[in-house]
Nanobody, 121 residues
Framework: VQLQASGGGLVQAGGSLKLSCADS????????VGWFRQAPGKEREFVAA????????NYADSVKGRFTISRDNAKNTVYLQMNSLKFEDTAVYYC???????????????WGQGTQVTVSS
């Protein structure tokens, strides 16, 4: 598994962005995938996760109703649609593949390089 996150950028509060996480080795279709973020001076936090077939999704309370995680296994890509963005969503966003096929709190072994999301107030 080799992950590449993209799609970050600068957006005004209330706007939208869609992040992508692609597996260049085309091997993570059996893995749960999660999105995490880390703001300056803060610890990395969980954002959302999806099971191998998209049947199970989990979200942090802070993004429920605003963010949607999805995946297209034919394209070996996981997405994070972010709507109604807030200033506090500003962070570097990382995707990670789990060793299991369903989301779990640990087991995220394969990490992408991160993409910066900046929300201006």
């Amino acid at each position: 598994v080799q992950l590449q996150a993209s799609g970050g950028g600068l957006v005004q509060a209330g706007g939208s962005l869609k992040l992508s996480c692609a597996d260049s080795r085309r091997t993570f279709n059996n893995n749960a995938v999660g999105w995490f973020r880390q703001a300056p001076g803060k610890e990395r936090e969980f954002v959302a996760a999806i099971s191998w077939n998209g049947g199970i999704t989990n979200y942090a309370d802070s993004v429920k109703g605003r963010f949607t995680i999805s995946r297209d296994n034919a394209k070996n890509t996981v997405y994070l649609q972010m709507n109604s963005l807030k200033f506090e969503d500003t962070a570097v966003y990382y995707c990670a593949a789990n060793i299991r096929s369903v989301p779990q709190s640990g087991g995220y072994r394969y990490w992408g390089q991160g993409t910066q999301v900046t929300v201006s107030s």
